[in-house]
């Protein structure tokens, strides 16, 4: 079974440009998370897809955005870059989210994006 | 205080030495995750714990739900070990299924 795949691996862009990356989850998974990993904070929640409608989302600015599609393919997007966005972007799939759907269920990750943004 | 604590921070081993991480939390959770992250990026699933300990190969994870404490043990290490590890637990609540991420371990196995 393929694993969790993101494109690109790697990016570079100017401050105030925009960029969309996206994550194909495993076969059949239906749940999306999004990280951010720094040198400084280390790694923090995005936000959370399932079937297409966002479940949850960390505490990040209204640039970041992200979006679900009927495969389960998602993407996340920032708006107007900043040079502190500059960092290791990873999604992680899994086959469902917790709670009354059942769970805990295991995360995959994939590669990762490395975004630099100067 | 984060809600995530991992230790030591940094960690040298000589190869073939047993190697054990601490993590400990506060908060409630679903799972706690063993994470190891090699440079260059790419994160692997070691384990996911709800109770007790798990074993595959030279790795043990154990867990007390009680004490809010997990270990991860890696017997006769290898360089190959070389990397770090990070611990993650999938809070119960209001925000489940994210992960609250430990700043993570670097281990260094010499030859």
């Known amino acids: 079974k393929a694993g969790v795949t993101q494109t690109p691996r790697y990016l570079i862009k100017t401050r105030g440009q925009q960029v969309t990356l996206s994550c194909s989850p495993i076969?059949?998974?239906?749940?999306v998370s999004w990280y951010q990993q720094t040198p400084g904070q280390g790694l923090q929640f995005l936000f959370e897809?399932?079937?297409?409608?966002?479940?949850n989302k960390g505490n990040f600015p209204g640039r970041f955005s992200g979006r679900q599609f009927s495969n389960s393919r998602s993407e996340m997007n920032v708006s107007t870059l900043e040079l502190g966005d500059s960092a290791l972007y990873l999604c992680a799939s899994r086959l469902g989210s917790s709670g009354r759907l059942g769970g805990p269920y295991e995360q995959y990750f994939g590669p990762g994006t490395r975004l630099t943004v100067t | 205080k984060n809600e995530v604590e991992q230790s030591p921070q940094n960690l040298t081993a000589q190869e073939g030495e047993f190697i054990t991480i601490n993590c400990s939390y506060s908060v409630g959770i679903s799972a706690l995750h063993w994470l190891q992250q090699h440079p260059g990026g790419g994160i692997v699933s070691l384990f996911m714990?709800?109770?007790g300990k798990k074993k595959h190969g030279r790795l043990i994870a154990t867990i007390n739900i009680q004490e809010k404490h997990s270990s991860l043990h890696i017997t006769a290490s290898h360089p190959r070990d070389s990397a770090v590890y990070i611990c993650?637990?999938?809070?119960?609540?209001?925000?489940?299924?994210?992960?609250?991420f430990g700043k993570g371990t670097k281990l260094s196995v010499k030859p």
């Open positions: 897809y399932f079937s297409e409608t966002q479940r």
């Open positions: 993650a637990v999938m809070n119960y609540g209001g925000s489940q299924g994210n992960l609250i």
């Open positions: 714990l709800s109770s």
């Open positions: 076969s059949g998974h239906r749940s």
